[in-house]
């Protein structure tokens, strides 16, 4: 009985201590910015999280740092704290995303539209006038380390310029690109990156995998569970990054902290897995959407955006092939070693303690993204 007693209230210790990191991680954050040839000018849009942007600027509604969504009334709460302050952003936004053509400053109009998009971002449109001709060189300094709300930012800059389209990516060691500079090699190790921090920095998804890893008995079964999830979300992660499925950030971040929760407590109530391989891929359908969060392409398909989206599914095979190759191997090691009636036991309690925090976590996690329960 103490036994059982310690194993719970480590468990509940291990929930804890599980989910506080989330907080750590949204201290990361990603910007869209999206350019097209107009005229002889350039026009932006340019997609920022509210959160961070209502830090920076004093705006009304902003959320707990682990909050996914919000209802209507915050909602309305968001779109009068922009009308009210929208010069105040579009004057931020402005001077952080610079354009240059020739050595030469483009010049961002007073024009410019602010308004909480369908995702929950902020969304600001500019007009440029760039008296100058040649390649289009941008920088964007947009939430720096040095504002002091953001530990990290990447920002993701989609063009179509004079004929030219592509991604590229900027972050603290890359402000800065030249369109039609850049080549389509260069920026593969850029988006597998992205694609493997992603994951990697991601605890909900990698619980997701242990959970999975929790109750897999043989390899095969790993095997089948692994390609279940991979298949499910590299076709909603492409489908949601083009634009082609849509679903609000509000409905698929508390799913997915529920997914984890879910998986774990299978585990625990279902020794038999005939069932898990479906539920992995209406699961990994769900991830799939969370992980489009990070990246998004805005306009027409070509070469260069689709060896992007794949280029970032690759980084995240990458880390959860790692996972499973350093988890799972080290389950099996601890199952084959625990030869004496005390040591299975001993083990048993663990795997059901490791379960019951893993559960907890994604129950304490749906709690928090809930805009519903919270």
């Known amino acids: 009985m103490p036994v059982r007693l310690l194993a719970f209230l480590a468990a509940l210790v291990a929930v804890f201590l599980v989910a506080a990191p989330a907080q750590a991680h949204v201290r990361a954050t990603s910007v869209a910015v999206d350019l097209r040839s107009q005229g002889d000018g350039v026009t932006a849009v340019v997609d920022v999280e509210y959160d961070v942007l209502a830090r920076l600027l004093s705006l009304d509604g902003a959320l707990g740092p682990d909050a996914v969504g919000v209802d209507g009334t915050a909602a309305e709460v968001r779109r009068s704290a922009l009308d009210a302050h929208a ?8 001077e952080r995303l610079r354009l240059s053509r020739s050595s030469i400053g483009c010049t961002a109009k007073d024009d410019a539209r602010v308004e909480l998009a369908d995702s929950g ?6 007009a440029y006038d760039c008296p100058a001709s040649g390649a289009l060189t941008v920088r964007s300094d947009i939430f720096r380390v040095s504002d002091g709300v953001i530990d990290d930012t990447t920002t993701m800059v989609a063009y179509d310029i ?19 500079r850049t080549d389509l090699l260069s920026e593969i190790p850029r988006f597998v990156r992205l694609g493997a921090e992603h994951l990697l920095f991601g605890l909900d998804h990698v619980l997701f995998l242990l959970a999975l890893l929790l109750g897999a008995k043989r390899l095969r079964d790993v095997v089948e569970v692994a390609t279940a999830f991979t298949v499910a979300h590299s076709v909603t ?17 508390p799913l997915i902290a529920l997914s984890i929760a879910f998986v774990a407590v299978d585990n625990l109530l279902s020794p038999r897995t005939s069932h898990r391989l479906p539920v992995v891929f209406g699961f990994g359908l769900l991830h799939g959407l969370g992980f489009a969060g990070a990246i ?3 306009g027409p398909l070509s070469v260069s955006t689709l060896a992007d989206l794949v280029s970032f599914n690759v980084g995240i095979e990458l880390v959860q092939l790692t996972i499973i190759g350093l988890a799972f191997p080290g389950l099996l090691f601890l199952r084959r070693a625990a030869t004496t009636p005390v040591a299975a036991r001993v083990l048993t309690l663990g795997t059901v303690a490791a379960t019951v925090a893993v559960a907890g976590a994604g129950l304490v996690w749906f709690v928090e993204r809930s805009p519903i329960l919270t």
């Open 162 to 180: 004079g004929g030219r389209r592509g991604a590229v990516l900027l972050d603290s060691a890359r402000t800065s690109v030249t369109v039609g």
């Open 121 to 126: 971002a902020v969304r600001v449109a500019l």
């Open 237 to 253: 992660l492409v489908l949601a990054a083009v634009g082609w499925v849509s679903v609000p950030g509000w409905i698929v971040e």
């Open 87 to 94: 010069s105040d952003v579009a004057t931020y936004v402005g």
């Open 296 to 298: 998004s392409v805005d």
